[in-house]
T-cell receptor
Framework: QQQVKQSPQSLIVQKGGISIINCAYENTAFDYFPWYQQFPGKGPALLIAIRPDVSEKKEGRFTISFNKSAKQFSLHIMDSQPGDSATYFC????????????????FGQGTTLQVKP | EAGVAQSPRYKIIEKRQSVAFWCNPISGHATLYWYQQILGQGPKLLIQ????????DSQLPKDRFSAERLKGVDSTLKIQPAKLEDSAVYLC???????????FGPGTRLTVL
Protein backbone atom coordinates (compact mmCIF):
# COMPACT_ATOMS: atom_id res chain seq x y z
CA GLN A 1 0.00 0.00 0.00
CA GLN A 2 2.97 2.31 0.47
CA GLN A 3 4.34 1.69 -3.02
CA VAL A 4 4.31 3.99 -6.02
CA LYS A 5 4.75 2.14 -9.30
CA GLN A 6 6.32 4.08 -12.17
CA SER A 7 6.58 3.24 -15.86
CA PRO A 8 8.28 3.06 -18.24
CA GLN A 9 11.75 2.46 -16.81
CA SER A 10 13.32 4.24 -19.79
CA LEU A 11 12.01 6.38 -22.61
CA ILE A 12 13.50 7.71 -25.84
CA VAL A 13 11.75 10.60 -27.55
CA GLN A 14 12.62 12.73 -30.55
CA LYS A 15 13.13 16.45 -30.06
CA GLY A 16 9.77 18.20 -30.23
CA GLY A 17 7.86 15.09 -29.25
CA ILE A 18 5.72 14.40 -26.18
CA SER A 19 7.18 12.43 -23.27
CA ILE A 20 4.70 10.63 -21.03
CA ILE A 21 5.56 8.95 -17.73
CA ASN A 22 2.96 7.15 -15.65
CA CYS A 23 2.61 6.37 -11.96
CA ALA A 24 0.11 4.36 -9.96
CA TYR A 25 -0.53 4.10 -6.23
CA GLU A 26 -2.70 2.15 -3.80
CA ASN A 27 -2.83 4.24 -0.65
CA THR A 28 -5.86 6.54 -0.72
CA ALA A 29 -4.33 8.56 2.12
CA PHE A 30 -1.80 10.06 -0.28
CA ASP A 31 -2.62 13.76 -0.70
CA TYR A 32 0.38 15.29 -2.47
CA PHE A 33 1.97 14.08 -5.69
CA PRO A 34 5.22 15.76 -6.82
CA TRP A 35 7.45 15.01 -9.77
CA TYR A 36 11.20 15.38 -9.36
CA GLN A 37 13.85 15.75 -12.07
CA GLN A 38 17.36 14.45 -11.46
CA PHE A 39 20.44 15.04 -13.60
CA PRO A 40 23.52 12.81 -13.23
CA GLY A 41 25.56 13.73 -10.19
CA LYS A 42 22.87 16.05 -8.84
CA GLY A 43 20.14 15.72 -6.28
CA PRO A 44 16.49 15.58 -7.36
CA ALA A 45 14.78 18.92 -7.94
CA LEU A 46 11.04 19.56 -7.73
CA LEU A 47 9.54 19.97 -11.18
CA ILE A 48 5.79 20.19 -10.61
CA ALA A 49 3.31 18.90 -8.04
CA ILE A 50 -0.44 18.31 -7.75
CA ARG A 51 -3.03 17.62 -5.07
CA PRO A 52 -5.95 15.23 -5.63
CA ASP A 53 -8.59 17.98 -5.67
CA VAL A 54 -7.62 18.91 -9.25
CA SER A 55 -7.34 16.72 -12.34
CA GLU A 56 -4.64 18.63 -14.18
CA LYS A 57 -1.88 21.12 -13.52
CA LYS A 58 0.24 22.78 -16.15
CA GLU A 59 3.50 24.70 -15.77
CA GLY A 60 5.12 25.67 -19.05
CA ARG A 61 5.81 22.52 -21.06
CA PHE A 62 5.11 20.24 -18.09
CA THR A 63 1.63 18.93 -17.24
CA ILE A 64 0.46 16.54 -14.53
CA SER A 65 -2.74 14.63 -15.23
CA PHE A 66 -4.37 13.09 -12.16
CA ASN A 67 -7.05 10.38 -12.10
CA LYS A 68 -8.21 9.93 -8.51
CA SER A 69 -10.63 7.08 -9.20
CA ALA A 70 -7.97 5.07 -11.04
CA LYS A 71 -5.29 6.06 -8.53
CA GLN A 72 -2.98 7.08 -11.35
CA PHE A 73 -1.11 10.21 -12.33
CA SER A 74 1.16 11.06 -15.19
CA LEU A 75 3.70 13.62 -16.33
CA HIS A 76 3.53 14.98 -19.86
CA ILE A 77 6.46 16.90 -21.29
CA MET A 78 5.41 18.78 -24.41
CA ASP A 79 7.90 19.81 -27.10
CA SER A 80 10.59 17.69 -25.43
CA GLN A 81 14.12 19.10 -25.67
CA PRO A 82 17.55 17.47 -25.35
CA GLY A 83 18.00 19.47 -22.13
CA ASP A 84 15.07 17.52 -20.67
CA SER A 85 17.18 14.34 -20.78
CA ALA A 86 17.27 13.26 -17.13
CA THR A 87 15.74 10.80 -14.70
CA TYR A 88 12.23 11.62 -13.54
CA PHE A 89 10.70 10.40 -10.29
CA CYS A 90 7.10 10.53 -9.25
CA UNK A 91 6.36 10.54 -5.55
CA UNK A 92 3.44 10.52 -3.17
CA UNK A 93 2.96 11.68 0.40
CA UNK A 94 0.42 10.69 3.01
CA UNK A 95 -1.74 13.27 4.64
CA UNK A 96 0.55 14.94 7.15
CA UNK A 97 -2.16 15.17 9.73
CA UNK A 98 -2.78 11.47 10.14
CA UNK A 99 -2.42 10.06 13.62
CA UNK A 100 0.89 8.31 13.14
CA UNK A 101 2.44 9.44 9.92
CA UNK A 102 4.99 12.06 9.20
CA UNK A 103 4.11 12.87 5.63
CA UNK A 104 7.17 11.20 4.17
CA UNK A 105 7.57 11.00 0.41
CA UNK A 106 7.38 7.60 -1.26
CA PHE A 107 9.26 7.67 -4.57
CA GLY A 108 8.71 5.65 -7.71
CA GLN A 109 11.57 3.71 -9.30
CA GLY A 110 12.38 6.44 -11.81
CA THR A 111 12.24 6.87 -15.59
CA THR A 112 15.33 7.71 -17.59
CA LEU A 113 14.35 10.02 -20.43
CA GLN A 114 16.55 10.56 -23.46
CA VAL A 115 15.51 13.22 -25.95
CA LYS A 116 17.27 12.79 -29.29
CA PRO A 117 18.16 15.94 -31.27
CA GLU B 1 20.12 31.55 -1.69
CA ALA B 2 22.66 28.81 -1.02
CA GLY B 3 21.44 25.27 -1.51
CA VAL B 4 21.79 22.20 0.67
CA ALA B 5 25.46 21.41 1.17
CA GLN B 6 26.80 17.90 1.62
CA SER B 7 30.25 16.47 2.16
CA PRO B 8 32.12 14.51 1.17
CA ARG B 9 30.86 14.06 -2.39
CA TYR B 10 32.46 10.65 -2.77
CA LYS B 11 33.67 8.04 -0.30
CA ILE B 12 35.16 4.59 -0.80
CA ILE B 13 35.58 2.31 2.21
CA GLU B 14 36.11 -1.34 3.01
CA LYS B 15 33.24 -3.35 4.52
CA ARG B 16 33.11 -3.23 8.31
CA GLN B 17 34.67 0.26 8.33
CA SER B 18 32.84 3.33 9.58
CA VAL B 19 31.83 6.41 7.61
CA ALA B 20 30.12 9.72 8.33
CA PHE B 21 28.32 12.14 6.07
CA TRP B 22 27.60 15.79 6.79
CA CYS B 23 24.71 17.98 5.68
CA ASN B 24 24.10 21.69 6.05
CA PRO B 25 20.50 22.53 5.09
CA ILE B 26 19.23 25.76 3.61
CA SER B 27 19.24 28.47 6.27
CA GLY B 28 16.02 28.58 8.24
CA HIS B 29 14.67 25.24 7.06
CA ALA B 30 13.17 23.43 10.01
CA THR B 31 12.86 19.98 8.49
CA LEU B 32 15.83 17.88 7.41
CA TYR B 33 15.73 14.51 5.67
CA TRP B 34 18.29 11.82 4.90
CA TYR B 35 17.55 9.54 1.96
CA GLN B 36 19.32 6.50 0.57
CA GLN B 37 19.27 6.15 -3.22
CA ILE B 38 20.47 2.80 -4.51
CA LEU B 39 21.51 2.77 -8.17
CA GLY B 40 18.48 2.50 -10.42
CA GLN B 41 15.96 3.19 -7.63
CA GLY B 42 14.13 6.15 -6.20
CA PRO B 43 15.27 7.75 -2.94
CA LYS B 44 14.17 6.03 0.25
CA LEU B 45 13.72 8.05 3.43
CA LEU B 46 16.03 6.98 6.25
CA ILE B 47 15.28 9.65 8.85
CA GLN B 48 13.40 12.93 9.17
CA UNK B 49 14.15 15.66 11.70
CA UNK B 50 11.93 18.55 12.72
CA UNK B 51 14.35 21.07 14.18
CA UNK B 52 16.54 18.77 16.33
CA UNK B 53 13.88 16.16 17.07
CA UNK B 54 13.39 12.91 15.16
CA UNK B 55 10.01 12.71 13.41
CA UNK B 56 10.45 9.45 11.50
CA ASP B 57 13.26 6.91 11.61
CA SER B 58 11.17 3.85 10.83
CA GLN B 59 13.35 2.85 7.87
CA LEU B 60 16.73 3.55 9.47
CA PRO B 61 18.72 0.33 10.15
CA LYS B 62 19.42 1.31 13.71
CA ASP B 63 21.87 -1.50 14.36
CA ARG B 64 24.39 0.22 12.08
CA PHE B 65 23.05 3.64 11.10
CA SER B 66 22.77 6.67 13.34
CA ALA B 67 22.00 10.32 12.73
CA GLU B 68 21.94 13.46 14.75
CA ARG B 69 20.98 17.07 14.24
CA LEU B 70 22.41 18.97 17.13
CA LYS B 71 21.22 22.57 17.55
CA GLY B 72 18.62 21.99 14.83
CA VAL B 73 20.89 23.07 11.98
CA ASP B 74 23.41 20.75 10.33
CA SER B 75 23.27 17.00 10.57
CA THR B 76 25.52 13.96 10.48
CA LEU B 77 24.64 10.46 9.28
CA LYS B 78 26.95 7.64 10.36
CA ILE B 79 27.26 4.02 9.29
CA GLN B 80 29.14 1.65 11.60
CA PRO B 81 30.03 -0.97 10.43
CA ALA B 82 29.37 -0.64 6.70
CA LYS B 83 28.12 -3.53 4.57
CA LEU B 84 28.40 -4.05 0.83
CA GLU B 85 24.68 -3.34 0.42
CA ASP B 86 25.16 0.15 1.87
CA SER B 87 26.73 1.26 -1.43
CA ALA B 88 24.42 4.05 -2.56
CA VAL B 89 24.05 7.80 -2.85
CA TYR B 90 23.07 9.42 0.44
CA LEU B 91 20.94 12.48 -0.15
CA CYS B 92 20.14 15.21 2.33
CA UNK B 93 17.11 17.42 1.83
CA UNK B 94 15.50 20.24 3.75
CA UNK B 95 12.22 22.09 3.69
CA UNK B 96 10.85 25.20 5.37
CA UNK B 97 8.18 24.81 8.02
CA UNK B 98 4.68 24.55 6.61
CA UNK B 99 5.65 23.78 3.01
CA UNK B 100 5.73 20.64 0.90
CA UNK B 101 8.78 21.28 -1.25
CA UNK B 102 11.94 19.40 -0.36
CA UNK B 103 15.24 20.82 -1.56
CA PHE B 104 17.90 18.20 -2.15
CA GLY B 105 21.66 18.43 -1.88
CA PRO B 106 23.98 16.84 -4.46
CA GLY B 107 24.45 13.70 -2.38
CA THR B 108 27.39 11.62 -1.19
CA ARG B 109 28.22 8.57 -3.29
CA LEU B 110 29.36 5.75 -1.02
CA THR B 111 31.11 2.68 -2.37
CA VAL B 112 31.70 -0.20 0.05
CA LEU B 113 34.30 -2.72 -1.15
Amino acid sequence: QQQVKQSPQSLIVQKGGISIINCAYENTAFDYFPWYQQFPGKGPALLIAIRPDVSEKKEGRFTISFNKSAKQFSLHIMDSQPGDSATYFCAARSNMYGSSNTGKLIFGQGTTLQVKP
Amino acid sequence: EAGVAQSPRYKIIEKRQSVAFWCNPISGHATLYWYQQILGQGPKLLIQFQNNGVVDDSQLPKDRFSAERLKGVDSTLKIQPAKLEDSAVYLCASSPAGTDTQYFGPGTRLTVL
